[in-house]
């Protein structure tokens, strides 16, 4: 994931929505740019989920990111617009556009044709505003990733959509806390059974899993193959098993 | 040559003791200055290696723990043998290193080689003699402290009293005499009753070098608690709570990762300490907590760039701090293998960068600049090209000489001041 220099990815098409209707366009874009920095966060918790011990603290301020941009777009509104679009799978290449928000300040001429939109100009990076040759995934498909709760997305009550998805913050938390299976079965579709191989976990093989997860990982190709490894489900007749014969021996 | 997790000088900086991620603990001795290699002085050479941390695994989690070394810190020394504590994520261990440069020989019961004499061959006593040998240095842990932190050790210092030390996790700090393995206090808790809750985690601690019942932990919230253990036992409620007010102008969504305090360190005077976040390095006087003394800019360019180092990762990284010995300069590092000074009096401040390319033996290091504005000049740098892979994110300085060590990556860097 560590690139050398910051390079920044451009999109085409991102000139014409720019220059011509900056000032609606310019609305969405910030839109996009806060669900995009959403979903990238939503993605790192995943991702962080299924390292073998997460980093609590990383853990706790993504959380939190998380936590201020849904409050932000539940006092915006936008949590209704949101849910409305399709869901599917999220994939690195729609989480680009984030780059914007990291503008140096000669951008902040092309912020001013954004209006005042809600809490934008004050709350956010807004003297980083958009750029006409920007990286800026199309407007029209919000894509949200799958793995999380992916029925969340799919209801029709904006309340019921902010509740879960609170709990599925929550159930992140818990299952940090104590690797439960319920929690983390509500988040992840696949389990691989290999890995709870007695010889494997006991001869300590877990470094040669780790790697082949993170092959996975990387080519983000699709989120349901990004699934847990041995940490994120216990089968817990398994661990009986395994309890039983330590304790024999 | 595996990845430099901790650097730490010892009391009278004549050792120097490295951990990484491989476990190992590897420490130099400085060289003694002699009539024949005048120039060898400030020399570091490798005095001792050993493996202080194994991999694990945690059955009733199904987890692994890593056999990285996060810190060490050395106990000053009280006879011919250096003690040091290191840990990992999971367990603090105390070792032993002492020399051995002398051997006995000539003993009644067993051969040169070791082998039992026969008891029939002994016809007469003697007195073994010691007869001098190739220096030996032995490491041996002498006691295992574990069992005490469910979530990661990210801190231990050793007490003034030379008797207790800390250990603190992301949600506790416990207090353990150095004597006692089976047992400690803890003395802070901040885990929430329902982990749901949770929103702010203990970055790092430090006990106070004079006053031993006094110690400071930060958060990742940019906050700092002063805690007095004579107050209770149980030190939940602060004595001081030292936060600067947020700047309401410069809120973004990445305002509470960048105030998320990396490392606190006192000054060796007791009156100051300094806590690095991520863009910068904060001076507080202890006697006052609503703002600090002193701010420097460790690299103000990178604040425009906070979405892609929050995407790469690199927004979490965990610089640390240090003082020189007499508090006057500080110093951190940065992306690039740059690292910073700062001198407190005149305000001046340093870039230098560690790496092969530009660190000839003995020649002086060459100030680098970062260009943040359009035109770059000759020999400046520009924030696109800087290697966000390599980072110095542990320095230490030598307690009374301008000496200091840097860890890039996996190289050990040692730069000294020259003296004319």
């Known amino acids: ?249 | 040559a595996d990845i430099i997790s901790t650097v730490e000088f010892n009391y009278a900086g004549d050792l120097l003791a490295t951990g990484d991620k491989g476990g190992r603990v590897v420490i130099f001795q400085r060289e003694q200055e002699t009539k024949s290699r005048p120039l060898s002085r400030g020399e570091y050479n490798v005095y001792s290696t050993f493996q202080s941390h194994e991999p694990e695994f945690d059955y009733l989690k199904s987890l692994e723990i890593e056999e990285k070394i996060n810190k060490i810190r050395w106990l000053p020394q009280q006879n011919a043998a250096h003690f040091l504590l290191s840990t990992n994520d999971k367990t603090i261990k105390l070792w032993k290193i002492s020399e051995r440069d002398k051997r006995a020989e000539g003993y009644n019961l067993k051969d040169e080689d070791g082998r039992l004499r026969e008891p029939f061959r002994v016809t007469e006593l003697r007195v073994p003699t010691l007869k001098p040998m190739d220096l030996m240095v032995e490491a041996s842990p002498r006691r295992i402290f574990a069992n005490a932190h469910t979530y990661h050790i990210n801190s231990i210092s050793v007490n003034s009293d030379y008797a207790t030390y800390l250990s603190a996790d992301d949600l506790r700090i416990n207090l353990w005499h150095l004597e006692v393995t089976n047992r400690s206090f803890n003395i802070v808790d901040i885990k929430p009753a329902n982990m749901e809750e949770l929103t702010e985690v203990i970055t790092a601690a430090e006990f106070h070098p004079h006053q031993c019942n006094t110690f400071v932990y930060s958060s990742s919230k940019g906050t700092i608690r002063l805690c007095d253990m004579r107050s209770a036992a149980l030190c939940d409620q602060h004595s001081k709570f030292f936060e600067e007010p947020e700047d309401p102008s410069s809120r973004s969504f990445f305002s509470e990762i960048i105030s998320s305090i990396s490392d606190v360190k006192f000054s060796h005077s007791g009156r100051y300490m300094m806590t690095r976040d991520y863009l910068s390095v904060k001076v507080w006087d202890l006697n006052m907590e609503n703002r600090p003394v002193e701010t420097y800019q460790v690299h103000e360019y990178l604040r425009s760039k906070l979405c892609s180092l929050y995407e790469n990762d690199c927004i979490f990284d965990k610089f640390e701090c240090c003082w020189n010995g007499t508090d006057s300069t500080i110093m951190t590092g940065s992306y690039n293998n740059f690292f910073r000074t700062f001198e407190r009096n005149t305000h001046r401040d340093t870039t230098l960068e560690a790496s092969r390319e530009s660190s000839k033996p003995r020649a002086i290091l060459k100030p680098r600049k970062v260009c943040t504005s359009g035109k770059r000049k000759k020999d400046e740098i520009s924030v696109d090209s800087l290697d966000f892979n390599k980072k110095i994110l542990h320095t230490a300085w030598h307690p009374m000489e301008n000496i200091i060590a840097v860890a890039a990556t996996n190289n050990l860097y040692l730069f000294q001041e020259k003296i004319n």
């Open chain 1, 1 to 249: 994931m560590f690139v050398r220099g910051l390079k920044r990815k451009c999109f085409d098409g991102e000139e014409d929505i720019e220059g011509t209707l900056a000032g609606i366009k310019a609305i969405p874009s910030y839109n996009l740019q806060r669900q995009s920095l959403l979903d990238m966060s939503l993605v790192k918790l995943q991702l962080c989920h299924m390292l073998v011990e997460p980093n609590l603290c990383r853990s706790v301020l993504i959380a939190n990111t998380v936590r201020q941009i849904q409050e932000e777009m539940t006092q915006d509104g936008t949590w209704q617009m949101i849910n409305t679009q399709s869901t599917g799978q999220a994939s690195l290449d729609r989480l680009v556009s984030t780059d914007i928000l990291c503008r140096s300040s000669r951008d902040q001429a092309e912020g001013k044709h954004v209006p005042a939109y809600g809490t934008f100009n004050k709350d956010f990076e807004s003297d980083q505003a958009q750029d006409g040759s920007e990286t800026m995934s199309t407007a029209s498909s919000v894509q949200t990733p799958r793995n999380l709760q992916s029925n969340m997305w799919e209801m029709e009550n904006p309340q019921e959509n902010k509740g879960n998805f609170q709990k599925s913050l929550d159930q992140i938390f818990e299952t940090l806390e104590n690797k439960s299976p319920n929690s983390v079965e509500d988040l992840f579709s696949e389990v691989d059974n290999s890995y709870y191989d007695l010889d494997t976990m006991l001869t300590g093989m877990m470094s040669n899993t780790k790697m082949g997860h993170c092959d996975s990982l990387e080519t983000f190709s699709s989120p349901k193959n990004t699934a847990s490894n041995s940490n994120c489900k216990s089968d817990l007749n398994d661990l009986d098993h395994i309890v039983e014969i330590l304790v024999e021996s």
